[in-house]
């Protein structure tokens, strides 16, 4: 296993880290296989996997109530007591804090789940920009600060899955140790981006990647003319993508949420040469090469540069115009459905759509927003 620091923070973390959002199930989502679960942990942590990722919801029934995710790593790092050894990270639910006490209530309850009394890296989950404000006024930064200083959390930082500009702002609004973003070869120019990746990096914030495989969609949904591409090659497309990563110098820890025994040992072993800097001039050039076929594919050139927003419906037209374009390029139609509908709320979605054309008026590409709207809901459903 290869190792980085984190950051500022000084902190030697694997460059695989285990993402505890997909551990194996029985059945249901909540119910997690705790035998197949610990069978992997053994094996990731056996072979130098430092770094568990895992939040309050994961694995639970909805967002709002505590999944089972914490609760099972809690105890299989009690059990085999080794909590000293690895470094973990959890997640305040922003969405659920209605006032300032949610906020000692959520981190006390968390450190009970997780049966220790030190959380190592503690993350304000999925900030928008639409509450951050309401956080700030709820005292988070202050309460991250208490926090850190009476020893609960050592370190501290955040994720987001919205856009470059938002999280710069954030970036620059507190002493972060580290953050967490999506990024994989084809999310280089939507969410938080390459621009928000290098602006964390050269402030010393920690960069920690979430769904390097587009939640899987970059290894079993690849079409036929980018497997083309790679004729030749002798790489899955699961190591292209990981690869592509670890090329990348500012990048410190990618999580897998990793759910077979198969695909953990893929990734440990491609972990090996996970080297920054270290793909051929013709590797990277392979890789332009498949951007580009995607590109290829898309549905609508929209930059998502938001001049068509506010939508007097609220309908979220950048967020919408890039499920469009996910599900034109990507062979995984019911993965990106569910994404549409997790992350945007019902008011965000195209099917709200008034035509009053405001939209059109507004885009900077001219686009026919009206039309593509259509498309979407007739592509993702009503
Ligand atoms: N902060 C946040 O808001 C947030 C959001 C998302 C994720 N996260 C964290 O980030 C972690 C990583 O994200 P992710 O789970 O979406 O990662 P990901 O690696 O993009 O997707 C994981 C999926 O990829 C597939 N996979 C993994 N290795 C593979 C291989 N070698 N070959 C083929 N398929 C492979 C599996 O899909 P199949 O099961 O379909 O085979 C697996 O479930 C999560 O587990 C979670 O801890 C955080």
């Given at each position: 296993m290869l190792y980085h620091e984190l950051g500022s923070t000084?902190?030697?973390?694997?460059?695989?880290?285990?993402?505890?959002?997909?551990?194996?199930?029985?059945?249901?989502?909540?119910?997690?296989?705790?035998?197949?679960?610990?069978?992997?942990?053994?094996?990731?942590?056996?072979n130098g996997v430092n770094y568990?990722?895992?939040?309050?919801?994961?694995?639970?029934?909805?967002?709002?109530?505590?999944?089972?995710?914490?609760?099972?790593?809690?105890?299989?790092?009690?059990q085999r007591d080794m909590h000293s050894q690895i470094h973990l990270a959890t997640k305040l639910p922003t969405w659920l804090l209605q006032e300032p006490v949610d906020m000692d209530r959520f981190l006390n309850q968390q450190l009970k789940r997780l049966k220790?009394?030190?959380?190592?890296?503690?993350?304000?989950?999925?900030?928008?920009?639409?509450?951050?404000?309401?956080?700030e006024d709820l005292g988070i930064l202050d309460f991250l600060d208490s926090a850190v200083a009476d020893g609960r959390?050592?370190?501290?930082?955040?994720?987001?899955?919205d856009g470059t500009a938002f999280f710069k702002?954030?970036?620059?609004?507190?002493?972060?140790?580290?953050?967490?973003?999506?990024?994989?070869?084809?999310?280089?120019?939507?969410?938080?981006?390459?621009?928000?990746?290098e602006y964390a990096a050269e402030k010393g914030i920690g960069t920690v990647i979430m769904e390097p495989l587009k939640g899987g969609a970059l290894a079993n949904y690849v079409p036929p003319e980018v497997k083309k591409l790679w004729e030749g090659f002798n790489r899955t497309p699961a190591?292209?993508?990981?690869?592509?990563?670890?090329?990348?110098?500012?990048?410190?820890?990618?999580?897998?949420?990793?759910?077979?025994?198969?695909?953990?040992?893929?990734?440990?072993?491609?972990?090996?040469?996970?080297h920054p800097d270290s793909l051929s001039p013709q590797?990277?050039?392979?890789?332009?090469?498949?951007?580009?076929?995607?590109?290829?594919?898309?549905?609508?050139?929209?930059?998502?540069?938001?001049?068509?927003?506010?939508?007097?419906?609220?309908?979220?037209?950048?967020?919408?115009?890039?499920?469009?374009?996910?599900?034109?390029m990507l062979n995984d139609i019911s993965n990106i459905k569910s994404q549409y509908y997790f992350m945007l709320k019902d008011t965000e979605h195209a099917s709200k759509c008034l035509e009053c054309g405001l939209c059109?008026?507004?885009?900077?590409?001219?686009?026919?927003?009206?039309?593509?709207?259509?498309e979407v809901k007739e592509t993702l459903g009503d």
């Amino acid at each position: 296993m290869l190792y980085h620091e984190l950051g500022s923070t000084g902190e030697k973390v694997s460059i695989l880290g285990f993402g505890c959002m997909r551990l194996p199930t029985r059945g249901h989502h909540d119910k997690i296989d705790e035998v197949k679960s610990s069978q992997l942990l053994d094996h990731a942590l056996e072979n130098g996997v430092n770094y568990l990722d895992t939040a309050y919801p994961y694995h639970g029934i909805s967002n709002s109530e505590g999944g089972n995710s914490e609760v099972f790593i809690g105890e299989y790092l009690h059990q085999r007591d080794m909590h000293s050894q690895i470094h973990l990270a959890t997640k305040l639910p922003t969405w659920l804090l209605q006032e300032p006490v949610d906020m000692d209530r959520f981190l006390n309850q968390q450190l009970k789940r997780l049966k220790t009394d030190q959380i190592d890296f503690y993350l304000l989950h999925s900030l928008k920009e639409k509450n951050w404000f309401r956080l700030e006024d709820l005292g988070i930064l202050d309460f991250l600060d208490s926090a850190v200083a009476d020893g609960r959390i050592k370190y501290t930082g955040f994720s987001s899955h919205d856009g470059t500009a938002f999280f710069k702002e954030v970036v620059d609004s507190y002493q972060w140790d580290m953050c967490q973003l999506q990024y994989n070869y084809l999310d280089e120019q939507i969410q938080v981006g390459k621009e928000g990746l290098e602006y964390a990096a050269e402030k010393g914030i920690g960069t920690v990647i979430m769904e390097p495989l587009k939640g899987g969609a970059l290894a079993n949904y690849v079409p036929p003319e980018v497997k083309k591409l790679w004729e030749g090659f002798n790489r899955t497309p699961a190591e292209w993508a990981f690869r592509y990563l670890w090329n990348i110098p500012q990048i410190h820890v990618v999580l897998s949420g990793m759910n077979t025994m198969e695909q953990l040992m893929e990734n440990l072993k491609i972990a090996e040469e996970g080297h920054p800097d270290s793909l051929s001039p013709q590797e990277n050039e392979v890789m332009q090469q498949v951007k580009q076929a995607y590109k290829d594919k898309i549905a609508v050139e929209c930059s998502a540069c938001g001049y068509c927003m506010p939508c007097p419906s609220g309908i979220n037209i950048p967020q919408c115009l890039s499920y469009l374009n996910q599900a034109a390029m990507l062979n995984d139609i019911s993965n990106i459905k569910s994404q549409y509908y997790f992350m945007l709320k019902d008011t965000e979605h195209a099917s709200k759509c008034l035509e009053c054309g405001l939209c059109e008026e507004m885009c900077s590409q001219k686009l026919p927003i009206r039309e593509k709207l259509k498309e979407v809901k007739e592509t993702l459903g009503d």
